[in-house]
């Protein structure tokens, strides 16, 4: 069950990571996060996370590449990684649903 909620809000939130995107300052950062989120979709975890890597590199307060990671992490099994990204999501994003939804996950994991 745990599992099944997980996964709802991957898709949920992968989807609104697109628009969020948008906003990035640094459009290098913006395209290695979208292509993070495309790798996602594909379940081509460990790609989407270099890409998640990249954009973070560019831009280290780029909150949403953190959230993008952290589900690819959650995805892959890493919590540890998965719960240090999202908290960071939720300390740099500016986008209200991202951090709602990286909350609940959080909780979800612990």
């Known amino acids: 069950m745990k599992k099944l909620v997980i996964a709802c809000l991957v898709s949920m939130l992968l989807l609104l990571l697109v628009p969020s995107a ?31 890597n990249k954009a973070i590199e560019i831009d280290p307060d780029y909150g949403d590449a953190y959230f993008g990671r952290g589900l690819a992490y959650v995805e892959k099994g890493e919590v540890a990684k998965a719960v240090s990204d999202l908290e960071k999501c939720i300390k740099l994003s500016d986008d209200s649903d991202v951090v709602k939804v990286a909350q609940e996950i959080l909780d979800e994991l612990r």
């Open 22 to 52: 948008l906003g990035c300052y640094h459009p290098q950062a913006m395209n290695h996060n979208v292509r993070g989120i495309a790798l996602a979709r594909e379940g081509q975890y460990e790609q989407a996370i270099l890409e998640f």
